[in-house]
């Protein structure tokens, strides 16, 4: 248990430390950095001010393992726009996205999962072909064109929601149906698989030879055992929910970590877009090894 | 492995199209039996026909008209050209525009995938054939790219190298590659116990002629059904940077661009809205559709 936990968080730290190089070396290798954070317009003076101040004068090597020391400190630089710590600037942001992504997870949960179950149980019926359509339109529709279309509809057709800000309730309708039905494709797909699978499995003829209730069939024995590759998917899926939800701030005016990033990009705040890497990168790799635990809670056979 | 007489050439050529051409009658006809299935070959056949006779649309996609700014869409407009789609901001026609756009999309889309393709399918062979510390250092870099959802690790490498054409082709490729890494390297490691894998190793087979002679033509189904359900999520990722501001150039018409203007129009031009949006989903929807009956074709085991 200990051994494994140790393992993941040793794969986990490589895989957020890979992550941040690849934004490092993609900065420091496509040209002058310096010459990014300024406008087009500045001084060759004030290029080597800022070469200096930031150690852009070093070598590449160098910078990297300074950068990776000033990362081991959790110090990635002051926000070029704001001139605060660049961590604060996003960790202060990351409330609003967590709120958006687990209403969305949550309302896309309690609607999937018996959808996806229900299309199991009844399959090649009417409620099966829904469940597939969901899904695979579901698939092929980007989730900033949902949230368009629903504005659209409730905002502008029907002016009955506010079509963008934070703060009440109201406002966290939009955004959250958005982010659900976007995310309501992968959720109805993967659990519909797995209980199609459950279903034909020989012990559930068992449990009907020997008389037990249909419905106890599926609520006891079948979806106790659908339910490991749907928490599974569910956790590769995380990172679609954080994904979703960085598209549909900035389409929402949703103060979260999404529309910082997509500002500090267009901005060229480079400390602000790698913390909010890392942050987000952190969030999913302790996401993923949460639902390892999940799972010995679903399976007592599974001991970690 | 020779039979006993050297077939000549051309008699191999007449076999090799024989067995190709009942190959495909095969396909259709299989394919042809589910009615959405056709339809999907017949959309996507349709939407590359005419993205690809854009030029001879008889309105100019780059022509201003500020007299015909947003005008709705109708059969024929003033002048007695069709306005199908209406126009945009800048009076250009938006059917024209959105056909151009399309040809960017199954563009960007169509190199990308090829790169992912290429590095995805050499890298997961590899892990998968040689095992240890090359598999161990693949996978650590998938579970890197994991760790982010695309579009964070989008904007933050298109921050760092800029928005160009090319650059975004590479970031779509950089991360694409993954899902055929993962299926190809998971297709490997059953494969490698098999005994024709063995006895080519017994007959003292180099590494590269076991990957590309024997492995790589038994994952070509997994890796076609790979490409075409990718294509589509490349399509919705391109459009999603150049929505977000952070993809192509807004120089050259994207569906992502033009759905990205009509932000502004929300509330005066629904069709701006509606019309990009519905090419993004049908184009996206026939790959999936596709790619879903290729997967049964070949093999209903592959989840992607």
Do not use: C, W
């Given at each position: 248990m200990v051994a494994y936990l140790a393992k993941r968080i040793v794969q986990g730290l490589i895989a957020i430390v890979l992550v941040l190089s690849v934004v490092f070396l993609a900065l420091n290798l496509s040209g002058d950095p310096v010459r990014l954070m300024l406008p087009s317009t500045a001084s060759d003076v004030a290029v080597q001010e800022l070469r200096q101040a930031y150690g852009f004068d070093r070598p590449l090597a160098i910078r990297y393992f300074l950068f990776l020391g000033r990362v081991a400190?959790?110090?990635?630089?002051?926000?070029?726009?704001?001139?605060?710590?660049?961590?604060?600037?996003?960790?202060?942001?990351?409330?609003?996205?967590?709120?958006?992504a687990f209403s969305s997870l949550f309302l896309a949960s309690i609607i999937g999962i018996p959808l996806g179950v229900f299309a199991a149980i009844y399959r090649a019926r009417g409620l099966d072909f829904f469940a597939v359509g969901v899904s695979v339109i579901g698939q092929s529709v980007p989730v900033f064109w949902i949230a368009l279309i629903l504005i659209l509809l409730f905002g502008v057709r029907w002016p009955v929601l506010p079509p963008s800000?934070?703060?009440?309730?109201?406002?966290?309708?939009?955004?959250?149906?958005?982010?659900?039905?976007?995310?309501?494709?992968?959720?109805?797909?993967?659990?519909?698989?797995?209980?199609?699978?459950?279903?034909?499995?020989?012990?559930?003829?068992?449990?009907?030879?020997?008389?037990?209730?249909?419905?106890?069939?599926?609520?006891?024995?079948?979806?106790?055992?659908?339910?490991?590759?749907i928490v599974t998917q569910l956790s590769l899926q995380f990172r679609f929910v954080i994904g979703g939800s960085v598209v549909v701030e900035t389409i929402f005016g949703w103060p979260g970590l999404g529309q910082l990033l997509a500002q500090a990009a267009t901005a060229r705040d480079y400390p602000v877009v790698t913390a909010a890497v890392f942050l987000v990168a952190s969030f999913i790799v302790l996401a993923n090894i949460f639902v390892d635990f999940v799972y010995t809670l679903i399976n007592p056979r599974i001991a970690l | 492995m020779r039979g006993p007489k050297q077939a000549s050439f051309t008699e191999k050529a007449k076999d090799r199209y024989r067995e190709i051409s009942s190959g495909l009658a095969n396909y259709f006809s299989r394919a042809f039996k589910y009615r959405a299935v056709a339809a999907a070959h017949v959309a996507l056949l349709l939407i590359i026909i005419a993205a690809a006779l854009a030029d001879f649309?008889?309105?100019?996609?780059?022509?201003?008209?500020?007299?015909?700014?947003?005008?709705?869409?109708?059969?024929?407009?003033?002048?007695?050209?069709?306005?199908?789609?209406?126009?945009?901001?800048?009076?250009r026609d938006l059917a024209v525009r959105i056909l151009l756009a399309t040809r960017i999309s199954l563009v960007v889309g169509g190199l990308s995938v090829a790169i992912a393709c290429v590095v995805g399918t050499a890298l997961g062979l590899l892990a998968g054939y040689?095992?240890?510390?090359?598999?161990?250092?693949?996978?650590?870099?998938?579970?890197?790219?994991?760790?982010?959802?695309?579009?964070?690790?989008?904007?933050?490498?298109?921050?760092?190298?800029?928005r160009s054409f090319f650059n975004i082709i590479f970031v779509l490729g950089f991360t694409g590659w993954i899902t055929f890494a993962k299926l190809v390297r998971g297709q490997v490691l059953s494969l490698k116990e098999e005994a024709f894998i063995e006895s080519a190793r017994a007959v003292g087979s180099s590494v590269t002629r076991i990957l590309t002679r024997h492995l790589l033509p038994q994952v070509g189904g997994i890796v076609l059904v790979t490409i075409?359900?990718?294509?589509?999520?490349?399509?919705?990722?391109?459009?999603?940077?150049?929505?977000?501001?952070?993809?192509?150039?807004?120089?050259?018409?994207?569906?992502?661009?033009?759905?990205?203007?009509?932000?502004?129009?929300l509330f005066s031009a629904w069709w701006i809205v509606v019309f990009p949006g519905l090419t993004l989903m049908a184009l996206v929807l026939s790959f999936n559709m596709i790619g879903r009956f290729l997967r049964d074709y070949f093999d209903p085991q592959i989840d992607v």
């Open positions: 400190r959790l110090d990635f630089g002051e926000s070029i726009g704001s001139r605060r710590s660049a961590l604060a600037v996003v960790t202060e942001r990351l409330l609003a996205t967590v709120q958006l800000g934070y703060g009440s309730l109201k406002h966290l309708i939009l955004p959250v149906v958005t982010v659900s039905l976007f995310l309501l494709a992968g959720i109805t797909r993967v659990t519909r698989t797995s209980m199609v699978e459950t279903l034909d499995k020989q012990y559930l003829t068992t449990a009907r030879a020997k008389g037990v209730k249909e419905f106890n069939v599926v609520a006891k024995h079948a979806i106790r055992n659908a339910a490991i590759p | 649309y008889p309105l100019d996609p780059f022509e201003q008209d500020l007299m015909g700014s947003l005008n709705p869409p109708e059969i024929r407009n003033a002048e007695g050209f069709p306005g199908l789609m209406g126009t945009d901001p800048l009076g040689l095992g240890g510390i090359v598999d161990a250092v693949i996978m650590r870099i998938v579970d890197a790219l994991l760790a982010l959802p695309f579009v964070v690790l989008g904007i933050a490498i298109v921050a760092a190298i800029g075409t359900l990718t294509l589509g999520q490349m399509i919705i990722s391109e459009a999603t940077l150049s929505f977000l501001g952070v993809g192509i150039p807004p120089s050259i018409p994207t569906l992502g661009g033009i759905l990205n203007d009509s932000q502004t129009y």
